[in-house]
């Protein structure tokens, strides 16, 4: 039996959600798909102690949300798991604006643009 993944997706919009679970599911490589729609909500997750061992093998994340956008986020992580922790971070975004480009070509985090 092949193993299957863990995802969290952090996405304000209902509707992208909606669609990113519909075809996370589609493909079976998922026993777990978590939706978050709040940026803090999830980062209160990985802050959480008790969850250090339960963390997703990839990150979906919305770039463009209110409050935290997906960099101040990836920041959020980076600061929390120094040593410990380098997730699969995919952006979500429908931007092509070059200052995304420049941001996304400043950090380390996310391996590129969905």
């Not at 209160?44 to 339960?54: L, P, S």
């Not at 960099?71 to 995919?90: H, L, N, T």
Request: no cysteine.
């Amino acid at each position: 039996m092949e193993k299957k993944f863990s995802v969290f997706v952090i996405d304000d919009s209902m509707v992208d959600s909606f669609l990113v679970r519909q075809t996370l599911e589609d493909t079976n490589l998922f026993s777990e798909i978590t939706i978050y729609s709040d940026s803090e909500e999830a980062l209160a997750f990985f802050m959480d102690e008790e969850n250090k061992n339960n963390l997703p093998d990839l990150i979906l994340l919305d770039l463009s949300m209110p409050v935290m956008d997906g960099y101040e986020w990836i920041d959020e992580i980076a600061d929390v798991y120094e040593d410990g922790f380098d997730p699969v971070v995919f952006i979500l975004t429908s931007s092509n604006q070059q200052k995304d480009h420049e941001s996304f070509n400043k950090q380390y985090t996310a391996k590129e643009f969905i």
